[in-house]
Each structure stands twice: as structure tokens, then as C-alpha cells.
């Protein structure tokens, strides 16, 4: 089979190098690509969202299976495109229609399907510009902390959590007349807040049957102990420690299992992954979030212990057979971490020589924001390189991820130290 693999972060180089290890895949591509993807695969220079581009590729290079890595191309209704096309219908594309992407598109209508298929939330309301003098009375009734979300996309920046009454209608305020976000705040999602430790679990569904894949806990934030700015995430850990067996089918049964009959029920054309952002309160499990797709770099974590062959995971979920495969989970823990461009996730500058990559041994390199210059990998992003690593536990993987993130340089590289540090709080 003839494989494109569309994004250039470390969760597209994480499906192309598990996919390249498929007897299945005879030629592999990806758009628009890394260094890293340019190893194993062909990278083609066309964006996520040129879709007429993309068209021109798969025709061209005989594409069988198109697998599509972030959430805007999805939004942007890259399924039904293909559908809709007498020469692509017949490809195969991994992901959500429109109509199943809004689940991430769009908090409110992910909060009114959370709602029709009673799946454990966060109380909430939503409000518009009319209704702001509303939205700042509501406010009024709950207590602090103060949950805003902006409805519609903004690249991972929309949630805002807020200590002071005045300060959170001040910030509705901003997002609904003064579009803080932009079109994505034209609605903003009012929640509750919820007191607990996250964690995600990740689901592939055909539309009727679906696979829980291994959990994964991310590090959002840029400093130490979860402090600073949100990024695309700094790290990540597989399986979440304190997801036992008593949380797991809590949530398969309250949340996964609904979830993929709602999409069935509502008639959704649904074909890819779930990921599920989960907070557990008193070791209940309650969904702060759908994303349409697999985590950055969550990915890095939760693929390389699936031992079934990706690309017959793939084509199963396509033709909707899941139910034929089982699934077979490498029991030990992985570990990423990821290694930075300075200032991110605020300003940073490019075009740094890497060097260290080819000293990095009992690891895999999953590159994420880099690129070739005059024959040398170079960084080329915010978050630039993922140093994912197996072992008995993630203390074991998570030691030899940093001996060999400590193997590499550039130009102002940062990373975190203390991935998995609110582990131990736990009683991991
Ligand atoms: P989201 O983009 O919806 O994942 O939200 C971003 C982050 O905000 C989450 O990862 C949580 O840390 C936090 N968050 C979102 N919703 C809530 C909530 N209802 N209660 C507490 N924290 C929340
Ligand atoms: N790591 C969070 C995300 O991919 O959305």
C-alpha cells in the first residue's frame, strides 16, 4: 500500500516510522514533513489544508491510504472532500468527517453531545455576544476557580482559568466583544471547575466498533512543576500509573462506550482516533475535552507500545472491521521528552544546528520542528525533537530519555526536567 501521512510535528513522525515498519507499506509520504519524516519517507511540500494539492499528490503517487495527523485539515472537512470526489472516495482516509470533528471544533457542541449520551462533564453554559450581561450573572453564581473556553479552534490558548470574579468577566468580556480569540471566541463555554489529576485516553474507532489504546498523561505547561505558559505539551508518559483497572472500566463504560454509540446513534461518518481528555475527581472519570485525532506528543508514547501492525490497524478501521483484529500493548512504560526552541511557546528563532542526534542510542528520536539546511538538521519549530524510551516503569524509561536528551545542542535548547513529577504525589 501506498501511504500519506499529512502534518510535521513528532506525532507525524511517530505514525511514519511505526508505519514504515509495515510489511503493508510499499511506499510512504508525508506533507509537509521534518527532517525526520524525510528520512524514512518521500516529503512533499504541500500543506494540510491545501486540499486540492493533496488531491493532485494522492492521484499522482497512487495513494491508497491517507492518514491525517492534526485537527485543522479534519475541521476544515477533509473526509467529506474526499467522499465528494469520484477519484478519492475510494481512498482510504483515517479521521472524522466535518460533521465528527466538531466534537474538538466546537466545545459547545462537544458539550451538548456529552450531554444527549449522559457522559460525565463538567456543569456548564454557553454564551454569545447577546447573551454576555447573562454569561457575567452566571459567573456570579459559581465559585472559584472560573473555567472560559473559547468555543471554536485556537490553537490549544482558548481555556482560560481564572481566581477572581472580576477578572473572568473582564476576560468573558474580552473573548465574546472583543474577540480575544478571534472567530473561535465568538461563543465561550462557562464550566465548572473540576479539582483533580488528567490524564487522556485514546480510542481508534471505525464508527461501530472501536480499540482502547494505552493512556498517556501529558506536560502542558513550559516550567518546571507545571508552571508558565501552555505549550503543544513538554512530555509524555504511557500507561498513566494510577489508571488501574476499577478507573479503566469506569471509563470505557461511561464514557468510551458512549461516546462511539453517540457517533453511531447520531449517524456520524467517524473513522480515526478519539482522544479523550479525562480529569479524575475522587476517582471519578469526567471529560474535559474530545480532540479528533492523536496527541502531540502523547503519540510519541502510545504508538510505540502497540505491537499490532499500524497499518492493518488502519485498514481495519477503514473498512470497519475492527472487531477481526486484536489489539497486543507492549506492557512497558514509554516515556518522551521534548526538547525545545528558547522562548518557546512565545517568540523563538530558527535555523539552529542540532547537533547530538546520531549519539543518542536506546532511544528513538522523534523529530517534530526541524529541517534540513545545507545537508545539516536544523530546528525549524517551537518544540523541535521528542526522545521517547521504554522500560520496566517510567522511572526506568524517563532516566534514559534525559541520559540521551543531555546528548544534544543547539543554540538555546530547553527542556523539562520533571516529567512525571506529580506522579509520585499519587502514591506511584
Ligand atoms: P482543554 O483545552 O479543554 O483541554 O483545556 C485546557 C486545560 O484546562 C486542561 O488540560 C485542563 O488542565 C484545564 N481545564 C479545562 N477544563 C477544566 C475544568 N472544567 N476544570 C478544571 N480544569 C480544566
Ligand atoms: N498534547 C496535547 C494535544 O495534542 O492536544
Known amino acids: 500500500m501506498n501511504i500519506l501521512i499529512l502534518g510535521s510535528g513528532g506525532r507525524e513522525h511517530t505514525f511514519a516510522h511505526q508505519v514504515a515498519k509495515s510489511e503493508k507499506?510499499?511506499?510512504l509520504f508525508v506533507a509537509p514533513g521534518n527532517a525526520g519524516t524525510g528520512a524514512i519517507?518521500?516529503?512533499?511540500?504541500?500543506s494540510v489544508n491545501d486540499f486540492?494539492?493533496?488531491?493532485?499528490?494522492?492521484?499522482?503517487?497512487?495513494i491508497d491510504m491517507v492518514v491525517v495527523g492534526p485537527e485543522d485539515p479534519l475541521v476544515n472537512g477533509i473526509v467529506d472532500y474526499f467522499k465528494a470526489d469520484?477519484?478519492?472516495?475510494?481512498?482510504?482516509?483515517?479521521?472524522?468527517?466535518?460533521?465528527?470533528?466538531?466534537?474538538?471544533?466546537?466545545?459547545?457542541r462537544a458539550k451538548e453531545f456529552m450531554s444527549r449520551h449522559n457522559i460525565p462533564t463538567a456543569a456548564y453554559a454557553s454564551f454569545d455576544r447577546d447573551s454576555l450581561d447573562a454569561g457575567k450573572k452566571f459567573l456570579e453564581t459559581l465559585e472559584p476557580p472560573y473555567v472560559l473556553k473559547a468555543d471554536g479552534l485556537a490553537a490549544g490558548k482558548g481555556v482560560l482559568i481564572l481566581d477572581s470574579l472580576e477578572e473572568a468577566k473582564q476576560e468573558l468580556e474580552n473573548m465574546l466583544a472583543h474577540s480575544k480569540f478571534g472567530a473561535a471566541s465568538a461563543k465561550v463555554v462557562i464550566e465548572e471547575f473540576l479539582d483533580g489529576i488528567e490524564l487522556s485516553v485514546f480510542v481508534l474507532t471505525d464508527g461501530m466498533n472501536y480499540k482502547v489504546l494505552p493512556t498517556a498523561k501529558d506536560y502542558k505547561r513550559i516550567g518546571e512543576g507545571d508552571t508558565g505558559l501552555n505549550t503543544g505539551g513538554?512530555?509524555?508518559?504511557?500507561?498513566?500509573?494510577?489508571?488501574?483497572?476499577?478507573?479503566?472500566?469506569?471509563?470505557?463504560?461511561?464514557?468510551v462506550l458512549p461516546t462511539v454509540n453517540g457517533i453511531k446513534e447520531e449517524g456520524i461518518d467517524y473513522k480515526g482516533f478519539i482522544f479523550i481528555g479525562l480529569i479524575k475527581v475522587n476517582n471519578e472519570p469526567y471529560v474535559i475535552e474530545y480532540n479528533v485525532r492523536m496527541g502531540d506528543p502523547e503519540t510519541e508514547v502510545v504508538l510505540p507500545r502497540i505491537k499490532t501492525d499500524l497499518v492493518e490497524l488502519l485498514k481495519a478501521t477503514s473498512r470497519q472491521e475492527l472487531n477481526r483484529l486484536k489489539l497486543e500493548i507492549d506492557p512497558r512504560s514509554a516515556t518522551t521528552v521534548m526538547v525545545v526552541s528558547g522562548g518557546y511557546?512565545?517568540?523563538?528563532?530558527?535555523?539552529?544546528?542540532?547537533?547530538?542526534?546520531?549519539?543518542?542510542s536506546g532511544s528513538v528520536v522523534f523529530h517534530a520542528g526541524t529541517a534540513i539546511k545545507d545537508g545539516?538538521?536544523?530546528?525549524?519549530?517551537?518544540?523541535?525533537?521528542?526522545?521517547?524510551?521504554?522500560?520496566?516503569?517510567f522511572r526506568m524509561a524517563l532516566k534514559k530519555s534525559y541520559q540521551n536528551v543531555e546528548k544534544l545542542s543547539f543554540d538555546r535548547m530547553y527542556y523539562r526536567t520533571d516529567i512525571g513529577f506529580d506522579l509520585s504525589q499519587e502514591g506511584m
Open 25 to 27: 507499506c510499499t511506499n
Open 41 to 46: 519517507a518521500t516529503n512533499l511540500a504541500i
Open 52 to 62: 486540492d494539492a493533496i488531491r493532485q499528490a494522492v492521484l499522482e503517487h497512487k
Open 86 to 108: 469520484p477519484d478519492l472516495k475510494n481512498v482510504m482516509i483515517i479521521g472524522p468527517s466535518a460533521e465528527g470533528a466538531e466534537l474538538e471544533g466546537s466545545k459547545e
Open 234 to 255: 513538554m512530555g509524555a508518559i504511557s500507561p498513566v500509573p494510577f489508571a488501574d483497572e476499577d478507573l479503566m472500566k469506569k471509563i470505557e463504560s461511561r464514557i
Open 345 to 360: 511557546p512565545e517568540a523563538y528563532e530558527k535555523g539552529k544546528k542540532i547537533s547530538g542526534i546520531s549519539d543518542i
Open 376 to 393: 545539516q538538521v536544523v530546528t525549524n519549530g517551537g518544540r523541535v525533537i521528542a526522545i521517547t524510551s521504554l522500560g520496566d516503569d
